[in-house]
């Protein structure tokens, strides 16, 4: 991959993520650790726009469809 590019900097097979693929979002509440409805949906499904320049690695920018959108 840094042979193509001409980069140095070597990506690590489990970081690299399609443009445009399915993303599942854990409910904020169940990332906080909090108990919800056993009804309610547990996730919501975005599209994936890669990583956020704003924000550290970690944080990755998803498109929410239903509320248009983009939210890290």
Request: glycine share 4%.
């Amino acid at each position: 991959m840094a042979l193509f590019s001409k980069s140095s900097q070597v990506q690590q097979i489990d970081q690299l993520h399609p443009f445009g693929c399915p993303a599942y979002v854990l409910d904020s509440k169940l990332q906080q650790m909090q108990k919800i409805d056993k009804w309610r949906q547990r996730s919501w499904i975005g599209v994936y726009l890669g990583q956020s320049m704003q924000h550290s690695r970690t944080v990755h920018l998803v498109y929410q469809s239903k509320q248009d959108l983009v939210s890290p």
